[in-house]
Protein backbone atom coordinates (compact mmCIF):
# COMPACT_ATOMS: atom_id res chain seq x y z
CA UNK A 1 0.00 0.00 0.00
CA UNK A 2 1.20 3.78 -0.77
CA UNK A 3 -1.36 5.66 0.85
CA UNK A 4 0.64 9.04 -0.61
CA UNK A 5 0.35 7.78 -3.80
CA UNK A 6 -3.59 7.14 -3.64
CA UNK A 7 -4.27 10.37 -2.24
CA UNK A 8 -1.55 12.75 -3.90
CA UNK A 9 -3.37 15.34 -5.68
CA UNK A 10 -3.76 14.59 -9.48
CA UNK A 11 -2.89 17.11 -11.76
CA UNK A 12 -5.97 19.03 -13.09
CA UNK A 13 -7.82 18.38 -9.83
CA UNK A 14 -11.68 18.03 -10.16
CA UNK A 15 -13.29 18.13 -6.53
CA UNK A 16 -16.51 15.34 -7.18
CA UNK A 17 -18.99 15.16 -4.94
CA UNK A 18 -18.94 11.36 -4.78
CA UNK A 19 -15.59 11.09 -4.23
CA UNK A 20 -15.97 12.38 -1.02
CA UNK A 21 -17.73 8.89 0.11
CA UNK A 22 -14.97 6.80 -1.32
CA UNK A 23 -12.88 4.37 1.50
CA UNK A 24 -10.07 2.63 -0.95
CA UNK A 25 -8.24 1.88 2.43
CA UNK A 26 -11.37 0.66 4.46
CA UNK A 27 -11.25 -2.88 5.42
CA UNK A 28 -15.05 -3.20 5.35
CA UNK A 29 -15.32 -3.39 8.76
CA UNK A 30 -15.33 -0.12 10.79
CA UNK A 31 -14.33 -1.83 13.96
CA UNK A 32 -11.16 -3.25 12.15
CA UNK A 33 -10.60 0.42 10.49
CA UNK A 34 -10.55 2.29 14.30
CA UNK A 35 -8.12 -0.16 15.60
CA UNK A 36 -6.18 0.03 12.65
CA UNK A 37 -6.37 4.07 13.43
CA UNK A 38 -5.49 3.78 16.69
CA UNK A 39 -2.34 1.56 16.05
CA UNK A 40 -1.12 4.18 13.52
CA UNK A 41 -1.29 7.24 15.60
CA UNK A 42 0.82 4.78 18.23
CA UNK A 43 3.31 4.69 15.52
CA UNK A 44 3.30 8.57 14.80
CA UNK A 45 3.95 8.80 18.52
CA UNK A 46 6.12 6.66 18.15
CA UNK A 47 8.26 7.91 14.99
CA UNK A 48 7.37 11.57 16.70
CA UNK A 49 9.52 10.90 19.94
CA UNK A 50 12.87 9.84 18.09
CA UNK A 51 12.02 12.99 15.70
CA UNK A 52 11.54 15.29 18.69
CA UNK A 53 15.01 13.35 19.84
CA UNK A 54 16.49 14.23 16.50
CA UNK A 55 15.92 17.69 17.02
CA UNK A 56 17.00 18.55 13.44
CA UNK A 57 14.07 18.82 11.05
CA UNK A 58 10.75 20.55 11.23
CA UNK A 59 7.24 18.81 10.74
CA UNK A 60 4.53 20.92 9.77
CA UNK A 61 1.05 19.47 9.08
CA UNK A 62 -1.79 21.69 7.27
CA UNK A 63 -5.63 20.99 7.43
CA UNK A 64 -7.93 22.80 5.13
CA UNK A 65 -11.76 21.51 4.44
CA UNK A 66 -14.85 22.98 4.06
CA UNK A 67 -16.68 23.84 7.85
CA UNK A 68 -17.53 20.75 9.69
CA UNK A 69 -14.87 18.59 7.21
CA UNK A 70 -13.21 17.23 10.16
CA UNK A 71 -10.18 19.34 10.95
CA UNK A 72 -10.76 19.29 14.82
CA UNK A 73 -11.59 15.16 14.42
CA UNK A 74 -7.86 14.83 12.48
CA UNK A 75 -6.54 16.68 15.68
CA UNK A 76 -8.08 14.67 18.00
CA UNK A 77 -8.30 10.88 16.29
CA UNK A 78 -4.99 11.14 14.53
CA UNK A 79 -2.40 13.27 16.57
CA UNK A 80 -3.70 12.87 20.06
CA UNK A 81 -1.26 10.77 21.19
CA UNK A 82 1.68 12.80 20.72
CA UNK A 83 3.42 14.27 23.29
CA UNK A 84 2.17 17.42 24.54
CA UNK A 85 6.04 18.55 24.77
CA UNK A 86 6.65 18.07 20.93
CA UNK A 87 3.48 19.17 19.04
CA UNK A 88 1.40 22.48 18.84
CA UNK A 89 -1.81 22.78 17.00
CA UNK A 90 -2.64 26.01 16.45
CA UNK A 91 -6.09 27.16 14.73
CA UNK A 92 -6.31 30.29 12.82
CA UNK A 93 -9.67 32.18 12.94
CA UNK A 94 -10.44 35.28 11.49
CA UNK A 95 -7.31 37.61 11.28
CA UNK A 96 -7.28 40.59 13.80
CA UNK A 97 -6.89 44.06 12.94
CA UNK A 98 -3.45 44.00 13.87
CA UNK A 99 -3.28 40.84 11.47
CA UNK A 100 -4.82 42.63 8.89
CA UNK A 101 -1.97 45.26 8.46
CA UNK A 102 0.15 43.00 8.03
CA UNK A 103 1.38 40.83 4.90
CA UNK A 104 -1.15 37.44 5.20
CA UNK A 105 1.89 35.50 5.88
CA UNK A 106 2.62 37.15 8.52
CA UNK A 107 1.48 35.83 11.70
CA UNK A 108 1.40 32.22 10.04
CA UNK A 109 5.28 32.56 9.55
CA UNK A 110 5.30 33.59 13.79
CA UNK A 111 3.83 29.89 14.23
CA UNK A 112 5.93 27.57 11.86
CA UNK A 113 7.50 24.52 13.56
CA UNK A 114 11.23 24.84 15.34
CA UNK A 115 13.72 22.03 15.43
CA UNK A 116 12.15 18.67 16.54
CA UNK A 117 8.99 20.38 16.95
CA UNK A 118 5.60 19.02 15.30
CA UNK A 119 3.05 22.43 13.92
CA UNK A 120 -0.45 21.44 12.81
CA UNK A 121 -2.20 24.25 11.38
CA UNK A 122 -6.11 23.60 11.80
CA UNK A 123 -6.81 26.09 8.68
CA UNK A 124 -4.25 27.84 7.30
CA UNK A 125 -3.20 30.90 5.01
CA UNK A 126 -4.70 29.27 2.43
CA UNK A 127 -7.93 30.81 3.79
CA UNK A 128 -6.61 34.10 3.33
CA UNK A 129 -7.10 33.49 -0.43
CA UNK A 130 -10.09 31.69 -0.43
CA UNK A 131 -12.34 33.54 1.89
CA UNK A 132 -11.57 37.02 0.53
CA UNK A 133 -11.90 35.60 -3.32
CA UNK A 134 -15.08 34.26 -2.62
CA UNK A 135 -16.77 37.14 -1.76
CA UNK A 136 -15.42 38.78 -4.65
CA UNK A 137 -12.40 40.92 -1.91
CA UNK A 138 -9.91 40.17 -3.89
CA UNK A 139 -9.30 39.52 -7.89
CA UNK A 140 -7.85 36.68 -9.86
CA UNK A 141 -4.70 38.84 -10.50
CA UNK A 142 -4.54 38.86 -6.72
CA UNK A 143 -5.07 35.61 -5.62
CA UNK A 144 -2.68 34.11 -8.42
CA UNK A 145 0.29 36.68 -6.73
CA UNK A 146 -0.94 35.30 -3.46
CA UNK A 147 -0.24 31.78 -4.39
CA UNK A 148 2.90 32.43 -5.39
CA UNK A 149 4.04 34.22 -2.32
CA UNK A 150 2.52 30.82 -0.66
CA UNK A 151 4.75 28.59 -3.15
CA UNK A 152 7.65 30.67 -2.29
CA UNK A 153 7.24 30.86 1.54
CA UNK A 154 6.14 26.97 1.81
CA UNK A 155 9.33 26.21 -0.54
CA UNK A 156 11.71 28.33 1.78
CA UNK A 157 10.31 26.53 4.87
CA UNK A 158 10.94 23.31 3.05
CA UNK A 159 14.67 23.95 1.99
CA UNK A 160 15.79 25.45 5.52
CA UNK A 161 14.47 21.92 7.25
CA UNK A 162 10.70 21.71 7.44
CA UNK A 163 9.04 18.52 6.21
CA UNK A 164 5.67 19.68 5.19
CA UNK A 165 2.22 17.62 4.37
CA UNK A 166 -0.96 19.36 3.77
CA UNK A 167 -4.40 17.80 3.63
CA UNK A 168 -7.60 18.85 1.92
CA UNK A 169 -10.31 16.83 3.69
CA UNK A 170 -12.79 16.62 0.95
CA UNK A 171 -16.69 16.15 2.35
CA UNK A 172 -19.81 16.64 0.06
CA UNK A 173 -22.47 18.92 0.38
CA UNK A 174 -25.01 16.53 1.41
CA UNK A 175 -22.44 15.44 4.58
CA UNK A 176 -22.32 18.94 5.38
CA UNK A 177 -26.06 19.46 5.51
CA UNK A 178 -25.92 16.59 7.78
CA UNK A 179 -23.17 17.31 9.68
CA UNK A 180 -24.73 20.78 10.52
CA UNK A 181 -28.03 19.88 11.26
CA UNK A 182 -26.91 17.45 13.71
CA UNK A 183 -24.99 20.63 15.63
CA UNK A 184 -28.63 22.20 15.38
CA UNK A 185 -30.53 19.16 16.86
CA UNK A 186 -28.13 18.69 19.88
CA UNK A 187 -28.27 21.10 22.46
CA UNK A 188 -24.62 20.09 23.80
CA UNK A 189 -23.19 20.95 20.31
CA UNK A 190 -25.16 24.50 20.10
CA UNK A 191 -21.40 26.11 21.71
CA UNK A 192 -19.92 24.60 18.20
CA UNK A 193 -22.54 26.55 16.19
CA UNK A 194 -21.15 29.35 14.00
CA UNK A 195 -24.39 30.97 12.33
CA UNK A 196 -21.54 31.96 9.78
CA UNK A 197 -20.98 28.53 8.61
CA UNK A 198 -25.01 28.46 7.06
CA UNK A 199 -23.65 31.70 5.31
CA UNK A 200 -20.48 30.15 3.89
CA UNK A 201 -22.32 26.99 2.44
CA UNK A 202 -24.50 29.42 -0.14
CA UNK A 203 -21.11 29.73 -1.72
CA UNK A 204 -20.26 25.58 -1.71
CA UNK A 205 -19.38 25.52 -5.34
CA UNK A 206 -17.39 28.75 -5.62
CA UNK A 207 -15.47 26.85 -2.63
CA UNK A 208 -15.02 23.85 -4.24
CA UNK A 209 -13.73 25.29 -7.43
CA UNK A 210 -11.30 27.73 -6.02
CA UNK A 211 -10.27 24.74 -3.94
CA UNK A 212 -9.20 23.02 -7.14
CA UNK A 213 -7.12 25.99 -8.06
CA UNK A 214 -5.21 26.50 -4.54
CA UNK A 215 -3.92 23.30 -5.00
CA UNK A 216 -3.34 22.95 -8.34
CA UNK A 217 -1.60 26.11 -7.59
CA UNK A 218 0.59 25.30 -4.42
CA UNK A 219 1.06 21.21 -5.07
CA UNK A 220 4.98 20.56 -5.18
CA UNK A 221 6.83 17.39 -4.43
CA UNK A 222 8.12 19.27 -1.07
CA UNK A 223 4.83 20.80 0.05
CA UNK A 224 2.65 18.02 -1.38
CA UNK A 225 -1.48 18.15 -1.42
CA UNK A 226 -3.38 15.11 -0.50
CA UNK A 227 -6.77 14.91 -1.12
CA UNK A 228 -8.67 13.12 1.74
CA UNK A 229 -12.65 11.67 1.34
CA UNK A 230 -13.93 12.64 4.29
CA UNK A 231 -17.38 12.06 4.60
CA UNK A 232 -16.78 9.03 6.26
CA UNK A 233 -14.82 9.92 10.11
CA UNK A 234 -12.87 6.69 10.49
CA UNK A 235 -11.47 6.70 6.76
CA UNK A 236 -10.87 10.03 6.86
CA UNK A 237 -8.30 9.18 10.05
CA UNK A 238 -7.28 6.24 8.38
CA UNK A 239 -6.04 7.57 5.15
CA UNK A 240 -4.55 10.86 7.17
CA UNK A 241 -2.72 8.48 9.57
CA UNK A 242 -1.45 6.21 7.16
CA UNK A 243 0.11 8.74 4.78
CA UNK A 244 1.84 10.35 8.16
CA UNK A 245 3.26 6.95 8.76
CA UNK A 246 4.87 6.64 5.71
CA UNK A 247 5.96 10.36 5.51
CA UNK A 248 7.74 9.52 9.38
CA UNK A 249 8.80 6.33 7.93
CA UNK A 250 10.66 8.05 4.87
CA UNK A 251 12.45 10.43 7.41
CA UNK A 252 14.82 7.58 8.11
CA UNK A 253 14.53 9.16 12.09
CA UNK A 254 17.20 8.00 14.59
CA UNK A 255 17.72 8.89 18.17
CA UNK A 256 21.03 10.90 17.89
CA UNK A 257 24.07 8.96 18.43
CA UNK A 258 25.54 8.56 21.59
CA UNK A 259 28.83 10.71 22.71
CA UNK A 260 31.63 8.40 24.04
CA UNK A 261 32.81 11.09 26.32
CA UNK A 262 29.69 10.69 28.08
CA UNK A 263 30.16 7.02 29.35
CA UNK A 264 33.19 8.29 31.35
CA UNK A 265 31.71 10.94 33.19
CA UNK A 266 30.83 10.07 37.04
CA UNK A 267 28.18 12.48 38.76
CA UNK A 268 29.05 13.30 42.44
CA UNK B 1 -9.04 12.80 50.43
CA UNK B 2 -8.12 16.10 49.74
CA UNK B 3 -4.26 15.73 47.69
CA UNK B 4 -4.56 19.80 47.37
CA UNK B 5 -4.31 20.09 51.44
CA UNK B 6 -1.67 17.53 51.68
CA UNK B 7 0.65 19.20 49.35
CA UNK B 8 0.18 22.91 49.56
CA UNK B 9 3.42 24.43 50.01
CA UNK B 10 2.93 25.33 54.72
CA UNK B 11 4.07 28.54 55.41
CA UNK B 12 7.84 28.67 56.38
CA UNK B 13 8.29 25.75 54.10
CA UNK B 14 12.00 24.01 54.37
CA UNK B 15 12.61 21.65 51.64
CA UNK B 16 13.98 18.33 53.54
CA UNK B 17 15.54 15.65 51.06
CA UNK B 18 14.33 12.89 52.62
CA UNK B 19 10.60 14.37 52.29
CA UNK B 20 11.39 13.98 48.45
CA UNK B 21 10.73 10.24 48.61
CA UNK B 22 7.30 10.33 51.08
CA UNK B 23 4.46 8.51 49.15
CA UNK B 24 1.42 9.30 51.10
CA UNK B 25 -0.81 8.39 48.24
CA UNK B 26 0.53 5.35 46.88
CA UNK B 27 -1.24 2.48 47.54
CA UNK B 28 1.56 0.46 48.43
CA UNK B 29 1.39 -1.33 44.85
CA UNK B 30 3.15 0.59 41.83
CA UNK B 31 0.56 -0.96 39.17
CA UNK B 32 -2.20 -0.39 40.89
CA UNK B 33 -0.51 3.51 41.15
CA UNK B 34 -0.08 3.84 37.59
CA UNK B 35 -3.45 2.21 36.72
CA UNK B 36 -5.12 5.11 38.96
CA UNK B 37 -2.92 7.63 37.32
CA UNK B 38 -3.77 6.21 34.18
CA UNK B 39 -7.27 6.95 35.38
CA UNK B 40 -6.73 10.05 36.57
CA UNK B 41 -5.44 11.68 33.94
CA UNK B 42 -8.67 10.08 31.74
CA UNK B 43 -10.82 12.43 33.57
CA UNK B 44 -8.67 15.01 33.59
CA UNK B 45 -8.76 15.31 29.45
CA UNK B 46 -12.84 15.03 29.97
CA UNK B 47 -12.78 18.05 32.14
CA UNK B 48 -10.44 19.40 29.73
CA UNK B 49 -12.86 18.88 26.70
CA UNK B 50 -15.90 20.74 29.17
CA UNK B 51 -13.27 23.65 29.67
CA UNK B 52 -12.85 24.24 26.30
CA UNK B 53 -16.29 23.98 25.43
CA UNK B 54 -17.25 26.27 27.59
CA UNK B 55 -14.42 28.96 26.38
CA UNK B 56 -14.09 31.35 29.16
CA UNK B 57 -11.79 30.79 32.02
CA UNK B 58 -8.39 29.84 31.05
CA UNK B 59 -5.89 27.22 32.53
CA UNK B 60 -2.30 27.93 33.59
CA UNK B 61 -0.18 25.03 35.11
CA UNK B 62 3.12 25.88 36.09
CA UNK B 63 5.82 23.43 36.49
CA UNK B 64 9.19 23.92 38.62
CA UNK B 65 12.28 21.78 39.96
CA UNK B 66 15.93 20.85 39.31
CA UNK B 67 17.09 19.27 36.56
CA UNK B 68 15.67 15.50 36.26
CA UNK B 69 13.19 16.13 38.70
CA UNK B 70 10.51 14.97 36.18
CA UNK B 71 8.74 18.07 34.33
CA UNK B 72 8.93 16.74 31.01
CA UNK B 73 7.55 13.11 32.71
CA UNK B 74 4.61 15.12 34.31
CA UNK B 75 3.65 16.76 30.67
CA UNK B 76 3.68 13.21 29.35
CA UNK B 77 2.45 11.59 31.99
CA UNK B 78 -0.42 14.21 33.72
CA UNK B 79 -1.64 15.53 30.54
CA UNK B 80 -0.93 13.37 27.64
CA UNK B 81 -4.10 12.50 27.15
CA UNK B 82 -5.40 15.64 26.89
CA UNK B 83 -6.89 16.90 22.83
CA UNK B 84 -4.15 19.12 21.09
CA UNK B 85 -6.52 21.52 20.36
CA UNK B 86 -7.02 23.14 23.26
CA UNK B 87 -3.48 22.64 25.48
CA UNK B 88 -0.37 23.89 24.65
CA UNK B 89 3.18 23.36 26.48
CA UNK B 90 5.53 25.98 26.49
CA UNK B 91 9.61 25.02 27.40
CA UNK B 92 11.15 28.26 28.41
CA UNK B 93 14.46 28.09 28.25
CA UNK B 94 18.09 30.33 29.01
CA UNK B 95 16.46 34.19 27.76
CA UNK B 96 17.72 34.95 24.02
CA UNK B 97 18.99 38.63 23.57
CA UNK B 98 15.77 39.71 22.75
CA UNK B 99 14.34 38.37 24.92
CA UNK B 100 16.88 39.59 27.93
CA UNK B 101 16.53 43.27 26.40
CA UNK B 102 12.44 43.04 28.08
CA UNK B 103 11.60 43.26 31.06
CA UNK B 104 11.69 39.48 32.50
CA UNK B 105 7.71 38.72 32.45
CA UNK B 106 7.54 39.67 28.77
CA UNK B 107 8.20 36.30 26.82
CA UNK B 108 5.87 34.88 29.60
CA UNK B 109 2.98 36.79 28.92
CA UNK B 110 2.94 36.34 25.41
CA UNK B 111 2.33 32.69 26.06
CA UNK B 112 -0.66 32.68 28.42
CA UNK B 113 -3.49 30.99 28.05
CA UNK B 114 -6.77 32.21 26.05
CA UNK B 115 -10.21 31.79 26.85
CA UNK B 116 -10.73 27.97 26.85
CA UNK B 117 -7.11 27.05 26.26
CA UNK B 118 -4.89 24.72 28.87
CA UNK B 119 -1.16 25.80 29.02
CA UNK B 120 1.49 24.19 31.20
CA UNK B 121 4.38 26.20 31.52
CA UNK B 122 7.28 23.62 31.68
CA UNK B 123 9.86 26.31 33.78
CA UNK B 124 9.02 29.76 33.40
CA UNK B 125 9.06 32.92 34.99
CA UNK B 126 10.97 32.02 38.53
CA UNK B 127 13.96 30.88 36.41
CA UNK B 128 14.57 33.87 35.84
CA UNK B 129 14.65 34.65 39.67
CA UNK B 130 16.91 31.35 40.62
CA UNK B 131 19.46 31.43 38.11
CA UNK B 132 20.70 34.95 38.39
CA UNK B 133 20.27 35.24 41.97
CA UNK B 134 22.25 31.70 42.45
CA UNK B 135 24.99 32.81 40.39
CA UNK B 136 25.16 36.11 42.37
CA UNK B 137 23.53 38.15 38.97
CA UNK B 138 21.10 39.74 41.48
CA UNK B 139 21.26 40.53 44.62
CA UNK B 140 18.74 40.60 47.55
CA UNK B 141 16.98 43.26 46.83
CA UNK B 142 16.23 42.70 43.25
CA UNK B 143 15.30 39.39 44.11
CA UNK B 144 12.56 40.87 46.69
CA UNK B 145 11.65 43.47 43.74
CA UNK B 146 11.09 40.41 40.76
CA UNK B 147 8.62 38.26 43.37
CA UNK B 148 6.52 41.28 43.55
CA UNK B 149 6.34 41.75 39.94
CA UNK B 150 5.82 37.80 39.62
CA UNK B 151 2.99 38.23 42.67
CA UNK B 152 1.48 41.31 40.92
CA UNK B 153 1.58 39.36 37.17
CA UNK B 154 -0.07 36.33 38.54
CA UNK B 155 -2.81 38.50 40.57
CA UNK B 156 -3.54 40.08 37.17
CA UNK B 157 -4.17 37.00 35.45
CA UNK B 158 -6.14 35.12 38.29
CA UNK B 159 -8.10 38.41 38.25
CA UNK B 160 -8.76 38.11 34.74
CA UNK B 161 -10.02 34.61 34.40
CA UNK B 162 -6.91 32.17 34.77
CA UNK B 163 -7.18 29.43 37.18
CA UNK B 164 -3.55 28.69 38.02
CA UNK B 165 -1.61 25.82 39.81
CA UNK B 166 2.19 26.09 40.51
CA UNK B 167 3.95 22.68 41.18
CA UNK B 168 7.66 22.30 42.89
CA UNK B 169 9.01 18.70 42.45
CA UNK B 170 11.00 18.27 45.12
CA UNK B 171 13.84 15.52 43.82
CA UNK B 172 16.72 14.70 46.70
CA UNK B 173 20.49 15.06 45.40
CA UNK B 174 20.79 11.60 45.97
CA UNK B 175 17.94 11.17 43.80
CA UNK B 176 19.25 13.58 41.01
CA UNK B 177 22.54 11.80 41.00
CA UNK B 178 20.92 8.49 39.89
CA UNK B 179 19.08 10.29 36.85
CA UNK B 180 21.78 12.27 36.14
CA UNK B 181 24.32 8.95 36.20
CA UNK B 182 21.56 7.18 33.76
CA UNK B 183 21.33 9.21 31.48
CA UNK B 184 25.12 9.17 30.79
CA UNK B 185 25.12 5.12 31.20
CA UNK B 186 22.62 4.59 28.49
CA UNK B 187 24.04 6.02 25.15
CA UNK B 188 20.43 6.31 23.81
CA UNK B 189 19.85 9.30 26.47
CA UNK B 190 22.62 11.35 25.80
CA UNK B 191 20.52 13.57 23.84
CA UNK B 192 19.01 14.25 26.84
CA UNK B 193 22.15 15.55 28.35
CA UNK B 194 23.62 19.27 29.03
CA UNK B 195 26.42 19.24 30.65
CA UNK B 196 25.54 22.52 32.35
CA UNK B 197 22.94 20.33 34.48
CA UNK B 198 26.51 19.06 36.48
CA UNK B 199 27.25 22.58 37.05
CA UNK B 200 24.29 23.52 38.18
CA UNK B 201 24.53 20.68 40.62
CA UNK B 202 27.27 21.90 42.20
CA UNK B 203 24.92 24.87 43.46
CA UNK B 204 22.28 22.38 45.02
CA UNK B 205 22.33 23.79 48.48
CA UNK B 206 21.56 27.52 47.24
CA UNK B 207 18.91 26.44 44.94
CA UNK B 208 16.81 24.66 47.30
CA UNK B 209 16.99 28.02 49.89
CA UNK B 210 16.40 29.78 47.07
CA UNK B 211 13.45 27.88 46.10
CA UNK B 212 12.06 27.96 49.77
CA UNK B 213 12.13 31.63 49.83
CA UNK B 214 10.34 31.89 46.03
CA UNK B 215 7.53 29.49 47.49
CA UNK B 216 7.19 31.81 50.49
CA UNK B 217 7.18 34.82 48.53
CA UNK B 218 4.82 33.67 45.92
CA UNK B 219 1.93 31.26 47.35
CA UNK B 220 -1.47 32.38 47.68
CA UNK B 221 -4.92 31.22 47.47
CA UNK B 222 -5.19 32.27 44.05
CA UNK B 223 -1.83 31.21 42.59
CA UNK B 224 -0.88 28.46 45.02
CA UNK B 225 2.25 26.26 45.31
CA UNK B 226 2.10 23.02 45.83
CA UNK B 227 5.39 20.68 46.75
CA UNK B 228 5.07 17.25 45.11
CA UNK B 229 7.74 14.63 46.62
CA UNK B 230 8.99 13.64 43.05
CA UNK B 231 12.14 11.16 43.79
CA UNK B 232 9.23 8.29 42.69
CA UNK B 233 7.82 9.28 39.11
CA UNK B 234 4.58 7.27 39.27
CA UNK B 235 3.86 8.79 42.78
CA UNK B 236 4.59 12.41 41.30
CA UNK B 237 2.08 11.69 38.71
CA UNK B 238 0.29 10.35 41.05
CA UNK B 239 -0.25 13.28 43.26
CA UNK B 240 -0.47 15.61 40.42
CA UNK B 241 -2.99 13.63 38.81
CA UNK B 242 -5.04 14.17 42.27
CA UNK B 243 -4.33 18.05 42.85
CA UNK B 244 -5.60 18.73 38.96
CA UNK B 245 -8.52 16.60 39.17
CA UNK B 246 -9.61 18.68 42.32
CA UNK B 247 -8.90 22.01 40.99
CA UNK B 248 -10.98 20.66 37.81
CA UNK B 249 -13.89 19.53 40.08
CA UNK B 250 -13.79 22.94 41.59
CA UNK B 251 -14.21 24.75 38.46
CA UNK B 252 -17.82 23.20 38.54
CA UNK B 253 -17.19 23.28 34.50
CA UNK B 254 -20.47 22.62 32.24
CA UNK B 255 -21.12 22.85 28.16
CA UNK B 256 -22.63 26.15 27.47
CA UNK B 257 -26.23 25.96 27.42
CA UNK B 258 -28.20 25.42 24.15
CA UNK B 259 -29.54 27.91 22.31
CA UNK B 260 -33.18 27.32 21.54
CA UNK B 261 -33.41 29.83 18.31
CA UNK B 262 -30.68 26.97 16.87
CA UNK B 263 -33.45 23.74 17.54
CA UNK B 264 -35.59 25.63 14.63
CA UNK B 265 -33.33 25.64 11.80
CA UNK B 266 -32.95 23.83 8.58
CA UNK B 267 -30.12 23.51 6.96
CA UNK B 268 -30.75 23.64 3.25
Not at 3 to 26: C, M, T, V, Y
Request: aromatic share 8%; net charge neutral; hydrophobic share 35%.
Amino acid sequence: MNARKQFRAPQGLKLKENAAGEKPLSSGDKVKDQARVADLAEQIAAYQDIFYAEHGRKLLVLLQGMDTSGKDGTVRGVFGKLDPLGVRSIAFRAPSIDEREHDFLWRVHAQVPAQGQTVIFNRSHYEDVLVPAVHGKIDAEECKRRYRHIREFERMLCETGTVMVKFFLHISKEEQQKRLQARLIEGDKHWKVDLGDLEERKYWDDYQRLYEKAIAETDSDEAPWYVIPADSKTHRNLAIAAIMVEVLQDMKLAYPPPNPDYFKIQVS
